[in-house]
């Protein structure tokens, strides 16, 4: 069974303190690995996909890497509209995507 | 949100009520599905559909009832609602190409 766990729950930065989010998981035969962002009252947002061990993508401020075991979410410089709960996605096989339950990230200016 | 509607974006119901939230896209994709949005749960499948005429059981299914009669729409029905379906709902569609899913903007019901 798929799986997929978050970690911190929650992040709190003040304005321009450089972190990183994470996602673990444990998959059979991994597909793609999904970054969302959501913002209260709205729909998750699509960031990246990423699909293979030492891939990166950027966009921004974020830049997502991936390993065979786990992917970051690296915030640079964040500002206070990068607030938001992010959320990672797990697609394997012909199953559903598996999401996490989410970093819920505060940026302070 | 990427052509995905859903309707309505608010709703309260009474215990026992019924009630359908629609989502409709206009993108012709063949994956749709329906996701529950709950604090400290994170999105949890409800239902799912891969085309028209078929459909099949996410992790939540109980206490739903989908059904896809066009590639276009798939509704989501409450025969009998309780309190414990009070959510947010989610609709999402998916490219089949990447993999990546697009979301409506939610459906925030209430059961009392």
């Known amino acids: 069974e798929d799986q997929v766990t978050q970690s911190p729950e929650a992040l709190r930065l003040q304005e321009g303190e450089s972190s990183s989010l994470n996602c673990s998981y444990t998959v059979s035969g991994l597909r793609g690995l999904f970054w969302y962002r959501q913002d209260p009252g709205k729909g998750p947002e699509f960031l990246f996909t990423l699909y293979s061990a030492g891939e990166e993508k950027e966009k921004e401020r974020l830049k997502a890497t991936l390993t065979k075991k786990e992917s970051f979410l690296h915030i640079t410089a964040p500002k206070p509209e990068d607030s938001a709960t992010y959320l990672c996605?797990?697609?394997?096989?012909?199953?559903?995507?598996?999401f996490g339950k989410g970093t819920r990230l505060s940026v302070i200016a | 949100n990427a052509g995905v509607t859903q309707t309505p974006k608010f709703q309260v119901l009474k215990t026992g009520q019924s009630m359908t939230l629609q989502c409709a896209q206009d993108m012709n994709h063949e994956y749709m599905s329906w996701y529950r949005q709950d604090p400290g749960m994170g999105l949890r499948l409800i239902h799912y559909s891969v085309g028209a005429g078929i459909t099949d059981q996410g992790e939540v299914p109980n206490g739903y009832n989908v059904s896809r009669s066009t590639t276009e729409d798939f509704p989501l029905r409450l025969l009998s609602a309780a309190p414990s379906q009070t959510s947010v709902y989610f609709c999402a569609i998916r490219q089949e190409a990447t993999g990546e899913l697009f979301f409506g903007e939610g459906s925030r019901l209430t059961v009392l």
């Open positions: 996605a797990v697609h394997s096989g012909n199953t559903p995507l598996v």
